[in-house]
């Protein structure tokens, strides 16, 4: 069974950074491509950011592009969330989710086709 889990949130100033993690059980994260989510109060969940299996291919939901950063470390099971100059829009529980995938340069953007989901960060910016 695969389990994500989410660290690395809290509360921070504007324009401070935080770095999420995302860190996975068992011994598939190698073919899992990953992504990042958010869903602030009131709103739908949104795609934030997205890294293939390879780690060759990240895509960014644009309103964070040069901004956060996607990685991921295999030999960790972990992914990584660098988020810099965070603004109050920022704000919101973040999720990380996977799926597996047969192509290690395809990236994922839409929820649904997520297999896997963790239960999320809460992400706090002050102005």
């Known amino acids: 069974q695969v389990q994500l889990v989410e660290s690395g949130g809290g509360l921070v100033r504007a324009g401070e950074s935080l770095r999420l993690s995302c860190t996975e059980s068992g011994r598939t994260f190698s073919r899992h491509a990953m992504g990042w989510f958010r869903q602030a109060p009131g709103k739908e969940r949104e795609f934030v950011a997205a890294?293939?299996?390879?780690?060759?291919?990240?895509y960014y939901q644009d309103s964070v592009k040069g901004q956060f950063t996607i990685s991921r470390d295999d030999a960790k099971n972990t992914m990584y969330l660098q988020m810099n100059t965070l603004e109050p829009e920022d704000a919101a529980v973040y999720y990380c989710?996977?799926?597996?995938?047969?192509?290690?340069?395809?990236?994922?953007?839409?929820?649904?086709?997520?297999?896997?989901w963790g239960q999320g960060t809460q992400v706090t910016v002050s102005s």
């Open positions: 890294i293939s299996r390879s780690a060759t291919n990240s």
């Open positions: 989710a996977a799926r597996e995938t047969l192509t290690l340069s395809s990236v994922f953007t839409t929820p649904g086709v997520y297999t896997y």
